[in-house]
Nanobody, 124 residues
Framework: QVQLVESGGGPVLTGDSLRLSCAVS????????MAWFRQGPGKSREFVAG????????YYSSSVSDRFTITRDNAKTTAYLQMNNLKAEDTAVYYC?????????????????WGQGTQVAVSS
């Protein structure tokens, strides 16, 4: 079973940057599309960003497309989320998730493996 471990969260100020990492235990990491989701206080889990197995295709929610960048290093079996110009509304627990298969979907239900989450708290 694929295991995912997020790191890099923490308290930051408005306008700051953070880079989240998601280490994946899989010898076939490049076969998985990866994504970041988040769940803010009192909110449902929402898609943030996704990346294909090769890294050639990326996907973003409109709320972060001009501030966040998703990347992956298949040699290190790790996915990243670079978050710039953080806002209070970015406060949430951020989860990474892995999706097998050739068809991309941003739906949480289509992701088979999840990390435990890392908290990001943005204050002014």
């Amino acid at each position: 079973q694929v295991q995912l471990v997020e790191s890099g969260g923490g308290p930051v100020l408005t306008g700051d940057s953070l880079r989240l990492s998601c280490a994946v235990s899989s010898r076939t990491f490049s076969r998985y599309a990866m994504a970041w989701f988040r769940q803010g206080p009192g909110k449902s889990r929402e898609f943030v960003a996704g990346i294909s197995g090769s890294g050639e295709s990326t996907y973003y929610s409109s709320s972060v497309s001009d501030r966040f960048t998703i990347t992956r290093d298949n040699a290190k079996t790790t996915a990243y989320l670079q978050m710039n110009n953080l806002k209070a509304e970015d406060t949430a627990v951020y989860y990474c998730a892995a999706q097998s298969g050739n068809h991309w979907s941003p739906l949480a239900t289509d992701f088979t493996s999840w990390g435990q989450g890392t908290q990001v708290a943005v204050s002014s």
